[in-house]
């Protein structure tokens, strides 16, 4: 482990480097030529890193998704990565202040992914067999839910005996995440019936009335006992104060920690009826990230990363947290999934998001001592 450490230290500016190219081929979600420009330097750093070449797997609204493939054992180990990122171009710049680097996606989480080549790269050089094949899979809308990165990523989890997921460790702690919440979004439409306020204000049915029972009911369902939550984050209705609203709008956020109670919310929700008579509700959407449950394989996996950790000098903690990324799909496939094993920082989403350098050697390390082991 020691040999990984100092091999990849010895490489941190190179590491840093390579981080700096795809920070700069800045690639929002919605703009595929922009995520596709990202694409194509990550496919130079594979081959000049790996000399491996990609799959590429052409999408026609999103960002093309790549799949690299390092060795040929029988079995495989899948990492997962995104290109993507939340930001609009300009909106934030590249830069180093001390130990930190700045950027627009820098640790959510294009450092995952360059620190997974780094670590594979360091068993290559050091001449560390692998017993597994490597399948990387960097996707193109993680942030939009993954619609349609999805299939792919279950398909190749499905292959794979461990799922090791590149997002960014838990801020300040390192932690690894062993679980995950299950996200979903929902939509509730509400037709009323319009009416003149003033002159013929009881023939209207107020939809923002509606609206209002259907967020107190909603907002109850948050059961922080069971890890549920319900949140009504944006509420619209109305058109001018001398009409009766006749259309209401509701966008729900769900965040659970079990399939069962994933099923009991989604049921509850499509199931509400209207308070008010002659009130109708329309309701879309539903689960569309299973939760990351913790398992006894969750808790062997985790196990032998805090291993190589001990090796590294490292104490490694795990830590169940409320976001979701793509490993809760694989996780509930059955498939043994770590997750958080990217780099160390803060501010994913946030202005201030950035990186430790002097951790970019130790993370890398630590998946390439965990490579070699599984």
Known sequence: MSSFFHYLKENE????????????????????????RCGEEFQALFSERLGLHAEVIPMSETGNHLRFTYGTGEEQILILGHMDTVWDIGRLSYRVEGNKA???????????????????KACKDLGVPL?????????????????????????????????????????????????RKGVGHFTMSIKGKAAHAG???????????????????LQGLTDYGKGTTVNVGIASGGTRTNVVPENAVLDIDVRIDRLTEAERIHSLITQAKPHLQGTTLHISGGINRPPMERTAQ??????LAADCAEELG?????????????G?????????????????????????EHILIDQLPVRAALLAGLLSRL
Not at 330 to 340: E, F, K, N, S
Not at 341 to 352: I, Q, R
């Open 13 to 36: 500016a190179n590491i840093l480097a390579d981080l700096e190219r795809v920070v700069k081929a800045e690639s929002p979600t919605q703009d595929k030529q922009a995520v596709d």
């Open 199 to 217: 002159n013929h204000h009881e023939d209207g049915i107020n939809a923002v009335e509606e609206m209002a029972h259907q967020i107190l009911f």
């Open 102 to 120: 700045y950027g627009p996606g820098i640790l959510d989480m294009k450092s995952g992914i360059v620190q997974a080549i780094w670590a594979v």
């Open 328 to 352: 809760n799909f694989t996780a509930a496939l059955g498939i043994p999934t770590l997750d958080g094993l990217g780099a160390m920082g803060e501010g994913p989403h946030a202005e201030y």
């Open 314 to 326: 490292m104490t490694l903690t795990e830590a169940a947290v409320g976001g979701g990324s793509d």
């Open 298 to 303: 969750t808790e062997r996996l985790f196990q």
């Open 131 to 179: 017993q597994k094949r490597i399948v990387f899979l960097c996707t193109s809308d993680e942030e939009t839910g993954s619609a349609s990165s999805r299939p792919f990523i279950e398909e190749d989890a499905q292959k794979s005996s461990a799922v090791l997921v590149v997002e960014p460790a838990v801020a300040n702690t390192g932690a690894l995440k062993t679980a």
